[in-house]
Every structure is written in structure tokens, then in C-alpha cells.
């Protein structure tokens, strides 16, 4: 007779060992570890917001915000540009077929102004009478044929000068009598007229001449040259097709480091190892159109100028869309009889034998 073993009992399940405190504390730490880690995942993704945003501000990639009206301001402008450059566009294809049109006029109820073409500063000093009554002499008109020479041509001729550094001396004096009897001089009171300030008296000039005079054009001249002044204003015509226009005979050269040369250059070693200056105009005559006497005025203060005034003109340029114009009639050399003048081809041919007769 087989005796029949009873069934055993399963085992208890391992969950039914645990206590449901276990279970609780096991449910709370989950928890928590879940805050945690999706507080990290937030905070790591707001940093990156943070570098993003940080990045295009600095690198100035990022969209910058605009009102509704600045954009419309924006694309007003533009527009108004594309008619300026069409209007220009129409103004150079009507003189290449040879329309000339007479100087932007300023009319109110009691006057009529012409714009002038171009304000010519001759750079003069004290003790040098003898040159200005040469100049005078030769091509430059005094009393009433001065003011017909600003109003019926355009052009505005002022001798260009300072103050001494004693206020009010003997210099001083003589300049003021001199200008009383001639009415022809440009005397900035804000400039100490001293040989080694040139190129700071040219910038003064040009920032002074662009706030006084609307012209076209803005000259700077030495005081030993002789202009024939309606040569210069046919050749100005030319250029009234290009708003940032600089005229000159341009030139570069060597740049001195020896303390004792005529031209020494205290900041030679800015010019590199050749040593050589940049392309400029030379110092005896250029022009600038009216833009860019504006930006000479507005820089003045932040302007750097160098120990000769036509490099410091030119290394203001190197930095602007400026169209440089390499003209020959200005490049002037030394008078074959000796005397202490220069003449250029463009300036005094027709008054050359006059100089040599007086």
C-alpha cells in the first residue's frame, strides 16, 4: 500500500518579507531622485539659454529687437538712398552730354545766396606779408573784385591763420589791421599759430571751413602758390559726380628716423619696416569734397595727425571709401628764375610771365 506524500507549500513571495515602511522610504527616494535630476536637467538647459544669448551679444550674431517704427525708419532710408544714388546716376549722364548747371541757390524773402564751389585756405603766418601781397598781386583779386569772384564764380579765398601765443601781441595786431584793410582772412582764434602745428592747423581749417561755407569743394594751399583760378574751377567740375573726392598730387616717399633730418618723423616706426609713407597728396595744394570735410569736422578732437600735414590728411583717408584722384596739373615744382614760389600746371601757367615781369 503506497502512502501518499501531502503537497508542500510554496514559499512566500520575497516582496511579502518587506515591511510597508520599506516600501514607503523606497517610493520617497524615488521621488526625490526624480526632483533632482529633472532640476538639473532645467538648470543645464537654462545655462545654455544663457551662453547662447551671451555668445550673440558679444559676437554680434544675435537679433537685436526694432520697433515697428525704426524699421519703417530703416526701409525709409534706404529708399531715400536708392533716389539720392538714382538722382546722382541721372546728374553724371546729363553733364556727359553737356549740360552745366549753375550753383545750389539758397533763396529766402530778403536775399539770394549762391553755394559756393569751393573754399581755397592759402596757409600763412606771421612775418609773411610779402607773400600774401605777392599772392594778391598775381591771382588773387582784392576789395570788390573779391566779393564779384565769391558770387558770380563760387569761390571762396581766405588766408589762413592763428593766434599768437602771446594774446593780443605785436602778431596779433598786425594780422587784425591787415585783415581790417583786406577783409581776406580766416583767423581762428582756437588754433596757436606755430610751424610744427600745420597739420593741426589744417585739420582746424577744414573743420572750420565746413561749418562756415556750404561748398563742394575744400582746398588747402600753400601761401608761395599761384592758382589760376578758373583752370581749378573747370577742373572741379569734373569731380561733382563723386561725393568723397580726394585731390591731390599723389605721391609717397621714404619716411626719415633720423632726429636731425629736415623731414623727420617722430612716429616712423608706425610706418612699417620699408619705411615707406602710404599714398597722399602732396602738401602744396589738394582738395576734398564737402563729406569729407564734414568728417574732419565731426572727428576733429580723435583725429591723429602726424608731423606733415599732407600725411596726416592722407592717413584719414586710408580709412574711409574716399576716391583718390591722382592729379597731374597739381603737382607743382620750383620756379626756374630762383625766387622763393612754386607753380603748378594747372595753376599758373597764364600767370607766369606776369610773376617774372614784376
Known sequence: MQIREAPRRAAPAAGALRSPMSAMMLAMFATMASFYVAGRLWQDAQNRVYLIKELDRRTGQGQSAISVDDTLKVVACRQQGKRLTSLEMELAAAKHEGFVGKYTSETNTTYSKKKPLIVIGIMTSFGRKNYRDAVRKSWLPTGSMLKKLEEEQGIVVRFVVGRSANRGDTFDREIDDENRSTKDFLIMDDHIESDEELPTKTKNFFANAAEMFDAAFYAKVNDDIYINVDTLSAMLKTH?????????????????????????????????????????????????????AQFISINRSVLRTYAHDDVSVGSWMIGLAVKHVNEPKLCCSSWPSGLEASFCDILVSVLF???LRE
Do not use: L
Request: charged share 30%.
Open 240 to 292: 561733382w559726380d563723386k561725393p568723397r573726392v580726394y585731390i591731390g598730387c599723389m605721391k609717397s616717399g621714404e619716411v626719415f628716423s633720423e632726429s636731425t633730418h629736415k623731414w623727420y618723423e617722430p612716429d616712423w616706426w608706425k610706418f612699417g619696416d620699408g619705411k615707406s609713407y602710404f599714398r597722399h597728396a602732396s602738401g602744396e595744394m589738394f582738395v576734398i569734397s564737402r563729406a569729407i
Open 353 to 355: 610771365d606776369m610773376r
